[in-house]
């Protein structure tokens, strides 16, 4: 429709590759559509969905009414909408990626072909409850890597803050070490977290300064001044930084 915005969410597991989604769509739009079961997945995200955007009446407030198409599509494995294209779907698109993250769906862009999983990320406070529970032995060094192993190996571009980023690699590599250290790390952790709430863009900065005292290092005075004035020129760094770093030019 045009104006709208298309969206599948589709009960498939194990797929690898993007056409394995696609043919699934093309099933389920199509007249041919096995019969069988439903998922209740689908039945559980259809409902909440729904029950916060009803697709049927009473509907809401036509200035919040997200949908464009009504009722929307729903079948045994699927459920395909059409938002408006308007801010006012916003919501209801955050909702539908909530969802389908927690009841484990896949989600099918037909605007450029794509397909993903959504993940909810862990909170800072989530890490930091996996932390004490490393630290105070209610869970192993093997628990707590199964923990954080798909935010490194996998999704990590999912985590938005750099300090929860921080704790999940920080425990990552714990969990392949003895973990010597571990309490020590933890509260340098805890305390970048405070740095960083109380100042974010002076942490940012600090952080950008040992990265390049790093390279100074590791790879030379010649290295670091060519690293230092490029992130100067795009505003990481001062020009008293870069002086206090490697000298003026």
Do not use: K, N
């Amino acid at each position: 429709m045009a104006g709208g915005y298309s969206l599948g969410i589709l009960a498939i597991d194990e797929w690898t590759d993007v056409a394995e989604v696609a043919a699934m769509v093309d099933r389920c739009a199509g007249t041919r559509h096995v019969d069988g079961e439903l998922d209740e997945r689908i039945v559980g995200f259809y409902e909440r969905l729904r029950s916060r955007f009803p697709d049927q009446p009473p509907l809401i407030d036509p200035d919040e009414d997200p949908w464009m198409d009504l009722p929307l599509d729903t079948g045994i494995d699927h459920v395909f909408v059409v938002l408006c294209s308007e801010r006012r779907s916003d919501p209801a698109l955050a909702l539908i990626q909530e969802l389908a993250a927690e009841y484990g769906l896949t989600i099918w862009d037909p605007q450029d072909g794509s397909a993903y999983r959504p993940v909810i990320p862990p909170a800072r406070e989530e890490v930091e409850a996996w932390w004490r529970d490393l630290l105070d032995d209610r869970c192993g060094r093997e628990g707590t890597h199964e923990r954080v192993r798909p935010w490194v190996e996998e999704t990590s571009e999912a985590i938005d803050d750099p300090i929860t980023t921080m704790g999940v690699q920080q425990l990552y590599s714990l969990t392949m070490s003895d973990g010597t250290g571990a309490g020590e790390l933890f509260e340098r952790w805890l305390e970048h977290g405070e740095r960083f709430d109380a100042d974010p863009e002076g942490w940012e900065r600090d952080r950008t300064i040992q990265a390049v005292l790093a390279i100074r290092r590791d790879q030379g005075p010649d290295r670091a001044r060519a690293l230092a004035i490029q992130l100067a020129a795009r505003g990481s760094l001062t020009d008293e930084d870069v002086a206090g770093i490697i000298g003026p030019a």
